[in-house]
């Protein structure tokens, strides 16, 4: 087995300067004197509801620390800490009540604040209420799964762990496979990798009769062994690593805090109580994590871990997108284009999926180039543009059927009939290759030949 201490100090590399806007980050900007930078990550996680980012941006606000100096909102960000439970904060805010010019407008910038970022408010939008069962549908349905290739070498001189994030694309092939975390690190990651992408799910049509990715799906593995000193180095070591990632996230890291919660989720480390790990994401998310805050989303919208609640979902959802998650971006925006949600919005979806092509992220380009195509709102339709991000994402995936028929359509559409013919042919052919439903393609094919016998007909005349 490797050196534990190389082992551990590889684990909690990636947490020396987080990647994320959160509370660690603010305070490692405040100790290099860059205050400015300092109060932009405060602002940012203080209106998510981090309560210790409320109080030092009320102390910014009150010492002119990196912004302009305003006794009001100092004044008003000290008792929404208060609101949140700081323990500070009530003290501060009586002692700060004399000093403001006038109680009124503190009051009143107070009350302003509060619509937007109380406590109530917060509560009502994000907070998670615990589902005491482990027990939610299945989000993807696998129908062939391998184990990873681990040789009797590893087998008995090692023990480890292993979470892996991944995707399942329309035809039920898995993408995007990840290591979320493991330990010790890299002893099964490549071949646990190699496993997962072997994997073949069942695919997942939509009300419309078409394929769609499934996201954000995570499964995890162990490695035992019967070896005592093995199994005692690796619990000794387990434990350390577990201090020292412990002591990161309670100083406010949020990577820190989501890996917590995720070997809290996945057994690796003992929960104190059932939904333990949920408090963990939930303290990630509101820390500014869009990992954690997509986390949440699930849970909120297939009560895995906490109660189902679609506005939550949204609401999570839309955070995590607002951070330039282009995962979350298309979710969001596919979302805005259900015609059974309360948040219907083709003009917002488009927006959103027009930023996420433009980051060359390819179920956006696919969505964003058949909207161009095929949208029954005449100032989206646009077929030159249809055929531009089409060509775009071919460069990705030539042959996929979606943007095959959109090239087929937006070229008929010009006038390009023939060409447009024979791109819609291949879509039809390229979805049975898939085994694709083919109604759809079928019904463009249709649509397109009726059309060309109208024009015909028109000009026979």
Known sequence: MKNPTLLLASALSLFSVSCFADYSTAKYYEKQGNVEKYVAELNKIAKLGHVNAQFDLATAYLNGQGIEKDINKAYAWYLIAKDYGHPQAQEKYRSLRKEVPSRREAK????????MYGKQLHDLRYAPIAKHTNFFPERAKIIERVEPDIDNNTRSGSKAWVTIGYNVNESGVVED???LASFPKGIIDELALEAVNEWKFEPDISPTGEPRRIFDLVTSFTLGSDNSKVNREFQRSLDEYKEKLLALANKGNSVAQNRYALMLEHGVIEKSSENEHI???YKAA???????????MHCFSNGEGCQPDEEKAFNWLELASESGNERAQYQLAMTMLNYS???YDVHTAAKILKTAAHNQYLPAMIEYSRLLAFSDVAELRDA??????AELARAIDNNHPVLLSVLGSAHSELGRVQEGQLM????LNEANNRSWPAQNYIKLIELSEASMMADRTTDSY
């Open 177 to 179: 496979s990840r290591i």
């Open 341 to 343: 949600s309360i948040h």
């Open 286 to 296: 509101i820390n500014g994590n869009h990992d954690a805050q997509m986390r949440l």
């Open 424 to 427: 819609l042919q291949q879509a």
């Open 108 to 115: 009143e910038t107070y009350i302003e604040l509060k619509a």
């Open 384 to 389: 030159q543009s249809a055929i531009k991000y």
């Open 279 to 281: 408090d963990w994401y």
